[in-house]
């Protein structure tokens, strides 16, 4: 039954990822046309199996498998030198508080009682920093990618053990080929926090429960169930939705024919282990004094009333807006008790069913997973590829993920298919939990919680899983052994590679398209702010290291408007005064150096300036004068007209694609698949 219904959603998933992408996103997005995204796929899936055949030889698997792995050392070691910021919510409390922590403090900001969910991550980030500030390097971000991206390749290696240990070699190969090329894997680590962790916890767990299956000896199973429950333990502690995981395994252990005495025996094992996961979780947040305060605590009603908003598609809109004007616990749950009835009764059968498609088009129709809208609001200096993955010339990646997302979401309905016909024999496999997970938490967002596109990720790599075993359920099935004893294949396929030729004609306006990038070389936008009064006359500055030229000065220095503050930045060469009254972006030109930002108070009455209270993170700029943990308010920018898609970016899509389409061709014609 879970296999059928996985298929099922698998058929929404690709129904919207292919004719709606992004649909009811805020996101503009540019990504190529439904057709042509089809024809993508199908070069996409057609290359996958000719790969499956052609690693059959030991040698061209090493060579492949060598290869993936020094190209993604590569790539990740780029990305955590070369990418330092911060989007500045949520995540940028997180860093906050791990600083604080690392630092000694013992204090934890009411935003915690808020998202409690987020502690975990929080104090795991303390240990990271506590490490590098032991090592003399400070608060360092490339030490925190470092951690997250190794997290993330054990979340990985954990997955390619399962893969590894339920099919043939070429199989596990392929999982890393289409790991790597899934590039918002990697990317999403450099702008959320609990994601990536929780991802890689549950892999973990996954892999740990798979070896208990597969165990042996009793002591080596126990080991792996008690690994596996407390991976998934961790999940759920940085990330509320892993705990579908858990679920997932009780049902799991339920109805996968164990003996009676043993499923009791293995649940019970569970709920011990589960009440001393909860029991070192206290210690940890005791030992930091942490505490949740109740006014200031959100009821998980908010995020199921959020869930059914039907203006804002599930999302989570206006909702904190909307319930934080009540000030006590109680009101906040009963006004979000209120909002659950009356929307209820307000959308009726058919008015929900409407919802829960658009909430399906939220969450599961882009390949961005999460990233398609994000960016760095604070950070010291922005390299080159910034523009190509999170700027505004990002959409060539965007257009290549969305084929590779639509493509892994067809080999995963291949395997719930497959998976349907193998059910009435022998006991589940660790796939039926992997898809079991995936249904809970397609359904738990869709039914009841807030959705966004980014809970998504968080299913990535057991997608991953479950698409790599589809190539290998496509390339055995009776279906493609037939079709490749004709000739006709090689007529649709080379119908496919004109096609491709007139859509690359035909969107080639794409290319035309200019956009405005604002690009952060300095960026200081807080969101957590504090008040610091200037006195007449009174004057403070702050260090600025430009690491490229900017154009542009965006000021958020007031709380509000007030007239008489005065702005000088000043340094290599140039100068430039303004008086400001409202926050705003200012055309200032500078090159790469060394400048000094003032504000003054020129009136004869006290003024207002926001500031951030922080330890001395490495992507801020220097503090302020005089001060030792108090930063400004400020960005400097490059504005400047950029290609949508830069003209070599949207030709590598299409030659690329017509090229390896020509490859297919002619292993078809000179091998084909029946004869494997």
Same mark, same amino acid.
């Given at each position: 039954?879970?296999?059928?219904?996985?298929?099922?959603?698998?058929?929404?998933?690709?129904?919207?990822?292919? /004719? *709606?992408?992004?649909?009811?996103?805020?996101? #503009? %997005?540019?990504?190529?046309?439904? &057709?042509?995204?089809?024809? $993508?796929? @199908?070069?996409?899936?057609?290359? /996958? *199996?000719?790969?499956?055949?052609?690693?059959? #030889? %030991?040698?061209?698997?090493?060579? &492949?498998?060598?290869?993936? $792995?020094? @190209?993604?050392?590569?790539?990740? /070691?780029?990305?955590?030198?070369?990418?330092?910021?911060?989007?500045?919510?949520?995540?940028?409390?997180?860093?906050?508080?791990?600083?604080?922590?690392?630092?000694?403090?013992?204090?934890?900001?009411?935003?915690?009682?808020?998202?409690?969910?987020?502690?975990?991550?929080?104090?795991?980030?303390?240990?990271?920093?506590?490490?590098s500030l032991l090592c003399g390097w400070g608060y360092s971000t490339v030490v925190l990618n470092a951690f997250t991206f190794i997290l993330l390749d054990i979340g990985i290696l954990c997955s390619w053990l399962i893969v590894r240990r339920h099919a043939n070699p070429r199989v596990s190969s392929l999982f890393l080929l289409l790991t790597f090329?899934?590039?918002?894997?990697?990317?999403?680590?450099?702008?959320?926090?609990?994601?990536?962790?929780?991802?890689?916890?549950?892999?973990?767990?996954?892999?740990?429960?798979?070896?208990?299956?597969?165990?042996?000896?009793?002591?080596?199973?126990?080991?792996?169930?008690?690994?596996?429950?407390?991976?998934?333990?961790?999940?759920?502690?940085?990330?509320?939705?892993?705990?579908?995981?858990?679920?997932?395994?009780?049902?799991?252990?339920?109805?996968?024919?164990?003996?009676?005495?043993?499923?009791?025996?293995?649940?019970?094992?569970?709920?011990?282990?589960?009440?001393?996961?909860?029991?070192?979780?206290?210690?940890?947040?005791?030992?930091?004094?942490?505490?949740?305060?109740?006014?200031?605590?959100?009821?998980?009603?908010?995020?199921?009333?959020?869930?059914?908003?039907?203006?804002?598609?599930?999302?989570?809109?206006?909702?904190?807006?909307?319930?934080?004007?009540?000030?006590?616990?109680?009101?906040?749950?009963?006004?979000?008790?209120?909002?659950?009835?009356?929307?209820?009764?307000?959308?009726?059968?058919?008015?929900?069913?409407?919802?829960?498609?658009?909430?399906?088009?939220?969450?599961?129709?882009?390949?961005?997973?999460?990233?398609?809208?994000?960016?760095?609001?604070?950070?010291?200096?922005?390299?080159?590829?910034?523009?190509?993955?999170?700027?505004?010339?990002?959409?060539?990646?965007?257009?290549?993920?969305?084929?590779?997302?639509?493509?892994?979401?067809?080999?995963?309905?291949?395997?719930?298919?497959d998976s349907f016909k193998k059910a009435r024999h022998g006991k589940f496999s660790i796939h039926y939990l992997l898809l079991l997970y995936i249904v809970g938490i397609f359904f738990f967002h869709m039914l009841m919680w807030e959705v966004a596109v980014r809970y998504s990720f968080i299913t990535m790599l057991p997608l991953l899983i479950l698409?790599?075993?589809?190539?290998?359920?496509?390339?055995?099935?009776?279906?493609?052994?037939?079709?490749?004893?004709?000739?006709?294949?090689?007529?649709?396929?080379?119908?496919?590679?004109?096609?491709?030729?007139?859509?690359?004609?035909?969107?080639?306006?794409?290319?035309?398209?200019?956009v405005s990038e604002q690009r952060p070389i300095v960026s200081q936008q807080f969101f957590r702010l504090t008040w610091l009064q200037l006195k007449p006359g009174q004057s403070v500055s702050e260090r600025v290291v430009a690491a490229r030229s900017f154009n542009t000065l965006q000021t958020n220095f007031l709380p509000t408007v007030q007239s008489?503050?005065?702005?000088?930045?000043?340094?290599?060469?140039?100068?430039?005064?303004?008086?400001?009254?409202?926050?705003?972006?200012?055309?200032?030109?500078?090159?790469?150096?060394?400048?000094?930002?003032?504000?003054?108070?020129?009136?004869?009455?006290?003024?207002?300036?926001?500031?951030?209270?922080?330890?001395?993170?490495?992507?801020?700029?220097?503090?302020?004068?005089?001060?030792?943990?108090?930063?400004?308010?400020?960005?400097?920018?490059?504005?400047?007209?950029?290609?949508?898609?830069?003209?070599?970016?949207?030709?590598?899509?299409?030659?690329?694609?017509?090229?390896?389409?020509?490859?297919?061709?002619?292993?078809?014609?000179?091998?084909?698949?029946?004869?494997?």
């Amino acid at each position: 039954m879970v296999s059928v219904i996985f298929a099922a959603i698998c058929v929404f998933v690709l129904y919207n990822a292919i /004719l *709606l992408p992004g649909k009811y996103q805020n996101a #503009k %997005l540019y990504l190529l046309d439904p &057709l042509t995204n089809l024809a $993508l796929m @199908l070069v996409a899936i057609l290359t /996958l *199996l000719v790969c499956y055949h052609g690693l059959r #030889k %030991l040698t061209i698997r090493r060579i &492949l498998l060598t290869s993936i $792995l020094i @190209l993604a050392f590569l790539w990740q /070691l780029y990305l955590i030198i070369s990418f330092k910021g911060s989007q500045g919510i949520d995540d940028f409390d997180v860093r906050l508080q791990a600083a604080a922590l690392a630092g000694g403090a013992r204090t934890w900001p009411t935003y915690f009682s808020f998202a409690p969910n987020n502690v975990g991550v929080t104090l795991l980030y303390a240990l990271v920093y506590r490490f590098s500030l032991l090592c003399g390097w400070g608060y360092s971000t490339v030490v925190l990618n470092a951690f997250t991206f190794i997290l993330l390749d054990i979340g990985i290696l954990c997955s390619w053990l399962i893969v590894r240990r339920h099919a043939n070699p070429r199989v596990s190969s392929l999982f890393l080929l289409l790991t790597f090329f899934f590039v918002p894997l990697y990317t999403t680590c450099l702008v959320t926090y609990t994601d990536p962790i929780a991802l890689s916890f549950l892999m973990m767990g996954f892999a740990a429960f798979d070896f208990f299956m597969s165990g042996q000896t009793h002591w080596i199973r126990g080991l792996a169930l008690v690994l596996s429950v407390m991976m998934f333990a961790a999940a759920v502690y940085c990330k509320t939705n892993a705990i579908i995981a858990l679920i997932a395994l009780g049902i799991f252990i339920i109805f996968n024919k164990y003996p009676v005495k043993q499923t009791v025996i293995l649940l019970l094992t569970m709920l011990v282990l589960l009440c001393g996961a909860v029991q070192l979780k206290t210690a940890g947040e005791h030992g930091t004094n942490f505490k949740i305060e109740r006014a200031h605590n959100f009821p998980f009603v908010y995020w199921i009333s959020a869930g059914l908003n039907p203006k804002f598609n599930g999302t989570i809109g206006d909702a904190w807006a909307d319930t934080a004007r009540f000030k006590t616990y109680e009101g906040r749950k009963e006004h979000a008790q209120e909002l659950i009835k009356t929307r209820l009764q307000k959308m009726g059968p058919s008015g929900l069913l409407q919802l829960y498609g658009r909430k399906i088009n939220v969450q599961w129709s882009l390949g961005t997973v999460g990233t398609e809208n994000r960016g760095y609001g604070i950070t010291n200096d922005t390299k080159d590829a910034y523009a190509y993955i999170f700027g505004e010339q990002r959409m060539p990646l965007f257009a290549f993920e969305q084929v590779v997302y639509i493509t892994l979401w067809f080999f995963a309905f291949c395997v719930g298919i497959d998976s349907f016909k193998k059910a009435r024999h022998g006991k589940f496999s660790i796939h039926y939990l992997l898809l079991l997970y995936i249904v809970g938490i397609f359904f738990f967002h869709m039914l009841m919680w807030e959705v966004a596109v980014r809970y998504s990720f968080i299913t990535m790599l057991p997608l991953l899983i479950l698409a790599s075993q589809g190539i290998e359920v496509l390339a055995q099935s009776n279906l493609l052994r037939k079709a490749g004893r004709f000739k006709y294949p090689t007529v649709v396929l080379t119908l496919v590679g004109i096609f491709l030729s007139g859509s690359c004609v035909y969107n080639y306006s794409l290319t035309q398209k200019r956009v405005s990038e604002q690009r952060p070389i300095v960026s200081q936008q807080f969101f957590r702010l504090t008040w610091l009064q200037l006195k007449p006359g009174q004057s403070v500055s702050e260090r600025v290291v430009a690491a490229r030229s900017f154009n542009t000065l965006q000021t958020n220095f007031l709380p509000t408007v007030q007239s008489g503050l005065v702005v000088s930045l000043k340094g290599n060469g140039s100068l430039k005064v303004f008086q400001n009254s409202k926050n705003e972006s200012v055309p200032v030109t500078g090159l790469k150096g060394k400048y000094r930002l003032i504000l003054k108070n020129s009136t004869n009455h006290p003024l207002n300036i926001q500031y951030l209270r922080s330890r001395k993170l490495d992507i801020l700029q220097p503090p302020i004068d005089g001060y030792q943990n108090r930063f400004l308010l400020f960005s400097l920018i490059r504005q400047q007209s950029k290609l949508l898609y830069p003209v070599p970016l949207y030709l590598l899509i299409y030659v690329g694609a017509i090229l390896i389409l020509g490859m297919d061709i002619w292993y078809l014609r000179n091998r084909g698949f029946a004869r494997h």
